[in-house]
Every structure is written in structure tokens, then in C-alpha cells.
């Protein structure tokens, strides 16, 4: 079976990815220069989804950096959040009063992101951006707020599809297509 089979269109290919991943990496570069020779940036990627786009886009930022890693899930096996993201692992680095940024692959209903810039504001930081690849705004029903002089970077706003692929899943496969596209919906009914 080919996978590329289940996918009725694609919305973003490997080279649009990879010019997006290389503008937002020059952004944060920018943004963030005459912080980090004082400590480095932390850039903390949301497992499981955010694998792909992390291992990107760290890879084109030309700063002192560390990585660190947080599992979060509230989408389970189906294609509606459940509204109670929960941390099921979590970073190990010390953030207090340091530079953090959040790596997500896609922001839907906002669950996932205010669950994670609560717990990252408790231990500290002292100022908490977002970097995701997509954003579906009009899916929004928590509102977050950065952390201290945090900013959001967003890649690529999606149509209110469900998207697969570039580490997106539905019922956790998917994740490994080199591209984002829309699932049949044969395949997820
Ligand atoms: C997905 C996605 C984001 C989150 C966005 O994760 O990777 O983390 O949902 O949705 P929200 O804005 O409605 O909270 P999921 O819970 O499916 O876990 P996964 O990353 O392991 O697939
Ligand atoms: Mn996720
Ligand atoms: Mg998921």
C-alpha cells in the first residue's frame, strides 16, 4: 500500500516547507541575537507532532542553543480535541528566567499552547514565544498569551481541513509524509 494514496491534496510540498522553515529560522535568528550571548535560547518541541518541523527549523537557526522536549496529547485516536491537553512528559532544562520558545506543528483550538505557557510561566521563564507551523485561526477557542516580551511566529495559516503529515497525524500515522495534505475522509471515517 502506497501512503501517499490516502491523501486527496496537498497544501504545503517539501520545498514550501522547507522556504517557510528557512524565513521563520532567519526571524527568531534576528529577534533573538542580542539576547544569547548572555545564555542560550531554549526551543522546546511539542512531541509528538512538532518532530519534524523541530528537527527543521533548529537546524537554521544560527544562535547558541539548547533543545529540550515536551509530550503533550489531548486529540487521542479521533480528530476532535478533547479540551484537556495533559502533559505526559515533561522538559528537563531549567527555565527560570530564561528565553523559551515553543515549537508546535499546528495551533487548532488553542488547548494545547495556554496548557503549555501556564506550566512553562510556573517554572519561571522569563519570556515565552511560540513558533508554529500552521495556525487555524478560525478553530480558536482559548486565546493565549505570551510570556513576558514573547513573540509568536506562525508559518503557514490552514483551511479548517484535517491535515496529515510532516509529523500530523490521524490515529498516529501519517506523521512521516514529507509534506502536509488533506486525508481522504474514507480514511478517517
Ligand atoms: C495536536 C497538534 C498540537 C495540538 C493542537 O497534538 O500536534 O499539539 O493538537 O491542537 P489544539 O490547539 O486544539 O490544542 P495531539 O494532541 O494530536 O498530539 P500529537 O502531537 O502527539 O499528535
Ligand atoms: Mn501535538
Ligand atoms: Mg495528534
Redesign the pocket.
Known sequence: MALDDHIERILWTEADIAARVSELAAQISDDFREHTPSSPLILVG?????FLFFADIVRKINLPLTVDFIR????GCGTQ?TGA?RISCDINTDVKGKHVVLV??????????SCLIAHLESKGAGSVSVCAFLDKPT?RKVHFQLVGDGKLYSGFECPDHFVVGYG??FAELYRNLPYVGVLKPEHYN
Do not use: N
Request: proline residues 4%; negative net charge.
Open positions: 511539542v512531541a509528538t507532532g512538532a503533550v496529547g489531548s486529540y480535541s491537553p508546535e506543528d499546528i495551533v487548532d483550538t488553542g488547548h494545547t499552547l478553530r500530523m497525524d
